[in-house]
């Protein structure tokens, strides 16, 4: 388990304690780091939440190496994937950003709740008499992605109850789509250039001919 502490909550420290008690009981390694990200983001001069978001992949990166482990699994739901959808439209994205939080990237890592929307973890946390931590600034509509969770998704699900499960599915045929597209245009690539010598050819023919049937 690999938990990082922003240092931005009063209760985070309660939090960090929380998990490193958990997996004592349960005997599972432990990995916790605090790091002050209010801090992190003004040296870097980036918002608070990249700022988060560097510190706990950087963190994830340290613990895989530590433990010489070759996948690092994160607890994206499908709830993540659709605000994560919704605010790239917002910024006016490519086909890259309608693919949301894909499953598997890079082939380290995994997303093993991304199918799963998140009143299901909630419900299984409720039957299974666990308690789970809630960081109460997910209520609060600061952030953009607080905004498109408590805001805009709300209002979409009158429209559609189903919507989170809509984007997933949009999501991945996206994805099927990109990386179709992806694999014919490396084929036509390869056809119609040669790399010599450090040198870059494109055979005009064959280029020309391409043209001609567009």
């Given at each position: 388990?690999?938990?990082?502490?922003?240092?931005?909550?009063?209760?985070?420290?309660?939090?960090?304690?929380?998990?490193?008690?958990?997996?004592?009981?349960?005997?599972?390694?432990?990995?916790?780091?605090?790091?002050?990200?209010?801090?992190?983001?003004?040296?870097?001069?980036?918002?608070?939440?990249?700022?988060?978001?560097?510190?706990?992949?950087?963190?994830?990166?340290?613990?895989?190496?530590?433990?010489?482990?070759?996948?690092?699994?994160?607890?994206?739901?499908?709830?993540d994937n659709a605000e994560t959808v919704l605010m790239n439209i917002f910024r006016g994205t490519g086909t890259s950003?309608?693919?949301?939080?894909?499953?598997?990237?890079?082939?380290?890592?995994?997303?093993?709740?991304?199918?799963?929307?998140?009143?299901?973890?909630?419900?299984?946390?409720?039957?299974?008499?666990?308690?789970?931590?809630?960081?109460?600034?997910?209520?609060?509509?600061?952030?953009?992605?607080?905004?498109?969770?408590?805001?805009?998704?709300?209002?979409?699900?009158?429209?559609?109850?189903?919507?989170?499960?809509?984007f997933y599915k949009f999501s991945r045929i996206i994805k099927d789509d990109e990386e179709f597209i992806n694999e014919?245009?490396?084929?036509?690539?390869?056809?119609?250039t040669v790399n010599e010598n450090d040198e870059f050819y494109i055979y005009k023919d064959k280029f020309l001919e391409?043209?001609?049937?567009?």
């Amino acid at each position: 388990v690999a938990h990082i502490n922003h240092m931005i909550r009063p209760e985070a420290e309660e939090e960090t304690q929380y998990v490193e008690d958990y997996c004592r009981k349960l005997t599972i390694q432990c990995f916790a780091k605090r790091i002050n990200i209010i801090e992190k983001s003004n040296i870097e001069k980036i918002g608070t939440e990249e700022a988060g978001r560097k510190a706990r992949y950087e963190f994830f990166e340290e613990v895989l190496q530590k433990v010489g482990a070759n996948k690092i699994a994160t607890a994206h739901n499908a709830n993540d994937n659709a605000e994560t959808v919704l605010m790239n439209i917002f910024r006016g994205t490519g086909t890259s950003g309608l693919k949301g939080i894909e499953p598997i990237r890079d082939e380290k890592f995994i997303r093993p709740l991304i199918e799963c929307e998140r009143y299901e973890i909630e419900k299984y946390c409720e039957d299974n008499n666990l308690q789970p931590k809630i960081d109460k600034s997910n209520f609060e509509n600061i952030y953009t992605r607080n905004k498109v969770r408590n805001l805009v998704i709300p209002m979409l699900e009158k429209i559609n109850p189903e919507i989170i499960s809509g984007f997933y599915k949009f999501s991945r045929i996206i994805k099927d789509d990109e990386e179709f597209i992806n694999e014919y245009i490396d084929k036509i690539y390869s056809e119609i250039t040669v790399n010599e010598n450090d040198e870059f050819y494109i055979y005009k023919d064959k280029f020309l001919e391409l043209l001609n049937k567009n």
